[in-house]
């Protein structure tokens, strides 16, 4: 296919593909989808060889936030039955971490809900930081506290964090749709503060939520735009409670598309497989990691994720190997001008050239409900976490 053969040489030079490309990949059908698995692999193979990076979250604080994101389960509002407590304490943190580490991560990401951190919060979350770098040699760290006043990512900087996490989620011209409270360019002001601090920029974007294939394809050519060292791609998950409850517009075979487009975009960059990857890829997991480098281990914020050694014995038996403490992440010419720490921090329509156009219709979305389990252990209970 002449789409995929023009994609894979673009990806190989770091060549932004053209709108109308990205749109195409996006409109391929189920009869072309391993076609477009096994090209987007080749670009992955080549930046990331098989090195799957695991990754760990710690919900530091739970619910309770005064924003309104409309996809997420801790928003104002919400009457999703999360667990719901305030800050973890460092050596609390420190401990879900560690659980994280033995099970093979080797980024930890401290998440808190909430519109942006006081700088109280930014001291609670410093010494946080310092009592994993303390107890876990190597561990790569992420905070991802929400909207950051001037000045407040040089102090987590030097507080050892490695890298800044912050999402665009959606196009800019639907933003106003999901949120109100803040803005689009908001988000974009704190993605340039962590970069212009030195940290390693972490930004994605959450498909899933009524967005169309040119909301897809704007947010992916602004996140390549911000240069970010990774990319999370979170797939949907309509939390009961929430006012996305009813889109389920995801299927296994429409989210490889989105991350083999996003591979292309971003062809260097770290593509993690965020929230949603069980609910949506479902079986098709491990076809995604020939597109994706990085998925999380264990359990989300605030949902349950399959076993922690189900994620491992996925990731070997479909040929893959979890990236080391000693291995860099990014390819070199991006972690050398990046983040300090060594390691690297890191619905429908479209024409375009050269895609099949008498294939079935793809399959529809289907509401699975079953496979959404509100998280009950780890951090903020009194269970092991899942890792
Ligand atoms: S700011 Fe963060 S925690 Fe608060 S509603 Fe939005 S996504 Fe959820």
Known sequence: ???????????????????????????????????????????????????????YLVNLKSGLCPEDCSYCSQRLG???????????????ASDAAAAGVAGGAKRVCLVASGRGPTDRDVDRVSETIKAIKENNEGVEVCACLGLLSDGQAERLREAGADAYNHNLNTSEATY?????????????????????????????????????DEDLVDVVFALRELDPDSVPVNFLIPFEGTPLAKE????????????????????DVEVRIAGGREVHLRTLQPLALHLANSIFLGDYLTSEGQA????????????????????????????????????????????????????????????????????????GTDLAPNA
Request: glycine letters at 14%; a negative charge; proline letters at 4%.
């Open 1 to 55: 296919m002449d789409l995929l053969n023009t994609l894979v040489d673009k990806g190989l030079r770091r060549e932004l593909p053209t709108r109308d490309e990205a749109l195409a990949v996006l409109a391929t059908s189920d009869d072309d989808l391993l076609d477009v698995v096994a090209a987007a692999g080749k670009v992955r193979r080549h930046w990331f060889g098989r090195r799957v990076k695991l990754n």
């Open 78 to 92: 919400s009457e999703a039955g999360i667990l719901k407590y305030t800050w973890l304490k460092p050596d609390q």
């Open 176 to 212: 106003g749709e999901i949120t109100t409270t803040h803005t689009y360019a908001d988000r974009v002001d704190t993605v340039n503060k962590a970069h212009a601090a030195g940290l390693s920029a972490c930004s994605g974007l959450i498909a899933g939520m009524g967005e169309t």
């Open 248 to 267: 389920w517009n995801l299927t296994p075979q429409r989210c490889l598309r989105i991350l083999a487009m996003t591979r292309f975009v971003c062809p």
């Open 308 to 379: 922690g050694k189900a994620d491992l014995e996925m990731i070997a038996d479909a040929g893959f190997e979890v990236e080391g403490t000693g291995q860099v992440t990014l390819p070199e010419h991006r972690a050398a001008g990046g983040c300090g720490s060594g390691g690297g921090c890191g619905s429908e329509g479209a024409e375009g050239g050269g895609v099949c156009g008498s294939a079935p219709a793809a399959q529809p979305a289907e509401v699975r409900t079953d496979l959404v389990a509100v998280r009950r252990r780890g951090a």
